[in-house]
């Protein structure tokens, strides 16, 4: 969260930031994905956000959907940084849903965040093979306690997923139906 | 506060410096002084007191903080039979950080690092960094240095940085800047070895504290203990290790109180060995896990834990040694149920479905709560088509 | 004027982690108070006199801008800071004809994960509610429309308050050094920050867990070093507080 928060300070120094209304109904994702929504979001657009689009209902300091839309092979699942102490998790065709999490796990953990896994099963997604888990993430910045969701699956090389984290007191169980929704309602083209 | 009092650089010179001591003076001939009284608010001493009250205040409030009143309790009595008269000043804090540090501020405030007790091998090396840090709130050196207003700063700036394991570059900067002169070094040894004589326990294992961190830094790659996240702030120095035994022979015998130790923190052992593995510093875990498993072969938890680390590393080998290792665990019979999960990662992956399944198999019927019982289950299942 | 107390626009940002976080809140316009609706909950308009309100233990640090720039943490300012505050505040809850509670250190204790997630909730208001216009969430409609809900049934349970009313001030002074610094650069045209007070006050419903008001702070003025001056700090931080007359 803090680095996303960063990024979206510098972004909005130069004047180039904005959150955009997502509304209900169907929306394309990138060039292959689809999502049917039951309800508008707010979309977080700015320079160096990361290769996911940013969605939030309540702010960024609260909670936050990560959605993945074709990410490619050696590409990061984060914004790339500068300096070269910070390791990088890339994504790499033919991952198990185990590594895929430990990718989140090493991103989300990065700042010092403690990080568990409460749940990983197989589950259809995007209309493919895929996978669910449940986690819970204490953010390192503000001790703010986290539970989070996500769906994720590779197609034709490709990773597609949507990541989800509000506090969890309140929050999560407010949005987290919402989300399930919309994971439930992916769909990617082949 | 972050101290890296124990890692400073140590005497330079062949005599021993314990203040008011003579060179041939028994260590338990030292005195400590008095409790030491709260400073008066408008003091700049009162001030530094109320700053590390409110960082206190915080460190008790954070998830990070572990509640276990169990091992909270047992290393409170070790830092209060240290302590002596000074006991019911000190406060003692337990928090998950996997990194080697414990620290005291001069409010009384005591921090140890779940790193450091994955580390020490028993009571009285815990003692001997506990004393260390003691022996820096009797000799009140954190007021000598906090009364300089660019330490002061650098210190406060540097617990606001507490525990953040990505700010490393800073950490070093700031701790750097904060840190104790040689002669407080130098002094906080001594003392502390005498606090450790004090109590009952064996001041030789003081230096090999020292001497195990040695080997942990010397197996990073690069080699710049400098550079490690563990030492941030400075150097670690080897003659302070020959100070430290040469020291202790003075005062030879007393207790490490081993099996205790390793009784009391075997219920957080898998956890911490799980926060070292995820540091993702696998040449610095590889030394460690080692020195461990050669000390307490049949610990299966250190087996476990390397192998996880060789699987994870993935070199040349690993996956080989990764195996040999997962098979030493379980030969125990007290092998972690992921040991075999391990396993079926690895024969998955060479497609040695047969073995994959078999293990995945044992690790389900062992683990039936595991969070990712349904995607092992469903490795297992899709193997067999 | 005292050096130490000289104030300038905010045109060059210091550069540490702290910084960051007085940028959050600097996003957006400083100027006089914003219109009423903006820092009221949809249909909430002020509390009745004789409300008990637990008045929550003040966030606040002192910094000190040294001459490059950077923010230096004053652990006596902020003692003091605190101090002064903690008492202005109460008094003047008071003052409104309010019943106040406070809470005790244990207690305090019990609820810190209430507290940090109030805490996310009022960065999140700070920033898209009296941010910058784009950050605006649409979904919100421009209203102050946040809720915590049933997490504050403990902080209410503690006290027995029906409301509960935090704040958060971070707050900057020049060093002499760095008031040199800025004479010397304002000669080159260059306006360096002198000092920034940020902060925020709010009320929130211990029934429902609405954020019934919500003041942003955002200043080049302002000493929280002195009582005298401190309560000048709260009279900004508390202004618009819906109390009845």
Redesign the interface.
């Known amino acids: 969260m803090r680095n996303l928060?960063?990024v979206?300070?510098v972004a909005?120094?130069a004047g180039c930031?904005?959150?955009?209304?997502v509304e209900s109904g169907q929306k394309a994702l990138g060039e292959r994905m689809v999502v049917t929504l039951d309800g508008?979001?707010?979309q977080?657009n700015a320079p160096g956000l990361g290769p996911a689009q940013v969605w939030?209902?309540?702010?960024?300091?609260?909670d936050q959907l990560l959605i993945y839309t074709g990410l490619k092979t050696d590409e990061a699942i984060h914004a790339e940084r500068s300096d070269g102490?910070?390791?990088s998790f890339k994504f790499r065709s033919g991952m198990?849903?185990?590594e895929i999490v430990a990718l989140f796990?090493?991103m989300l953990?990065?700042?010092?965040s403690?990080f568990k896994?409460?749940?990983?099963?197989?589950a259809t997604f995007g209309g493919g093979k895929g996978?669910r888990f449940e986690y819970g993430l204490?953010r390192?910045v503000?001790?703010?306690?986290l539970s989070g969701i996500g769906y994720g699956m590779e197609s034709r090389g490709e990773l597609f997923a949507i990541v989800y984290m509000a506090?969890r007191?309140?929050?999560f169980s407010?949005h987290e139906t919402r989300v399930e929704r919309i994971a439930r309602s992916a769909l990617v083209k082949g | 506060m972050r101290r890296r009092g124990f890692l400073r650089a140590g005497c330079a010179c062949g005599a021993l410096l314990i203040p008011g001591l003579g060179r041939a003076q028994a260590l338990s001939d030292w005195q400590p002084p008095t409790r030491f009284a709260r400073p008066d608010i408008s003091t700049d001493e009162g001030g530094l007191w109320a700053m590390m009250d409110r960082e206190e205040t915080k460190l008790r409030r954070s998830p990070f903080t572990i509640r276990d009143s169990d091992l909270r309790g047992y290393v409170h009595d070790i830092a209060c039979r240290l302590g002596g008269e000074h006991c019911s000043d000190i406060r003692v804090h337990l928090v998950r950080t996997p990194l080697f540090n414990a620290s005291m501020s001069p409010n009384g405030m005591m921090q140890v690092w779940t790193g450091l007790m994955l580390r020490v091998d028993n009571e009285a090396q815990l003692a001997a960094v506990l004393g260390h840090e003691i022996g820096h709130y009797l000799a009140r050196h954190s007021l000598e240095r906090l009364r300089d207003a660019k330490s002061r700063s650098a210190f406060a700036q540097f617990m606001g940085l507490f525990g953040l394991i990505g700010a490393v570059g800073q950490l070093a900067t700031l701790a750097g800047a904060f840190a104790y002169s040689r002669d407080h070094e130098r002094e906080a040894d001594s003392i502390g070895l005498a606090l450790m004589r004090n109590a009952g326990y064996d001041p030789a294992e003081a230096a090999k504290v020292w001497d195990n961190l040695l080997l942990e830094i010397k197996a990073k790659p690069g080699g710049d203990p400098a550079s490690s996240p563990m030492f941030a702030t400075h150097p670690p120095p080897e003659e302070r290790k020959e100070t430290l035994m040469r020291l202790a022979e003075a005062s030879p015998g007393g207790v490490t109180n081993e099996r205790t130790w390793q009784e009391k923190t075997a219920p957080l052992r898998h956890e911490w060995l799980g926060d070292e593995i995820k540091r993702g510093q696998h040449e610095e875990s590889l030394a460690l896990l080692k020195r461990m498993i050669e000390r307490t072969p049949s610990q299966a938890e250190y087996l476990y834990a390397r192998a996880e680390v060789y699987r994870l590393r993935a070199k040349e080998n690993d996956l080989d040694a990764a195996i040999a290792d997962y098979d030493a665990a379980v030969a125990l019979g007290t092998e972690p149920p992921q040991a075999h999960r391990g396993l079926g990662m690895i024969y998955r992956l060479r497609n040695q479905s047969a073995a994959a399944k078999a293990s995945f198999e044992r690790y389900l019927q062992l683990a039936p709560e595991a969070p990712d019982f349904a995607i092992i289950k469903s490795y297992m299942e899709e193997d067999r088509t | 004027m005292r050096l130490s107390t000289m104030r300038s626009r905010v045109t060059r940002f210091p550069s540490t982690a702290a910084a960051g976080l007085v940028l959050l809140v600097l996003l957006g316009t400083a100027g006089p108070a914003l219109a009423q609706s903006k820092n009221l909950a949809p249909g909430f308009t002020n509390l009745a006199k004789a409300t008990k309100v637990v008045v929550m233990p003040i966030d606040i640090e002192l910094f000190s801008i040294s001459g490059g720039g950077i923010l230096e943490p004053k652990a006596d300012w902020t003692e003091a800071a605190s101090k002064h505050l903690k008492v202005a505040l109460l008094e003047k809850q008071r003052s409104f004809g309010l019943t106040t509670a406070e809470l005790s250190d244990e207690d305090a204790d019990d609820v810190a994960e209430v507290n940090a997630l109030h805490a996310a909730v009022a960065r999140s208001i700070s920033m898209h509610h009296f941010g910058i216009a784009s950050l605006q969430l649409p979904t919100k409609e421009g209203l102050l429309d946040w809720s915590l809900g049933e997490a504050v049934h403990p902080l209410k349970q503690k006290t027995g308050a029906d409301y509960a009313l935090f704040s958060w001030v971070r707050d900057s002074y020049a060093s002499s050094e760095r008031v040199a610094t800025m004479i010397v650069m304002a000669a080159f045209g260059v306006g360096l920050v002198g000092g920034t007070q940020v902060g925020y006050a709010s009320l929130v419903d211990l029934n429902t867990g609405q954020v019934l008001w919500f003041n942003r702070l955002l200043r080049g003025s302002g000493d929280l070093r002195e009582a005298d001056k401190a309560g000048e700090t709260l009279e900004a931080l508390l202004s618009g507080f819906p109390v009845g007359k």
């Open positions: 928060v960063t979206l300070l909005a120094l930031v904005a959150a955009v209304k508008a979001w707010n977080i939030t209902m309540e702010g960024m300091p609260v102490n910070t390791k198990q849903p185990d796990e090493g953990t990065r700042d010092g403690s896994l409460v749940k990983l099963a197989p996978f204490t390192k503000d001790n703010v306690q506090p007191l309140t929050f407010r």
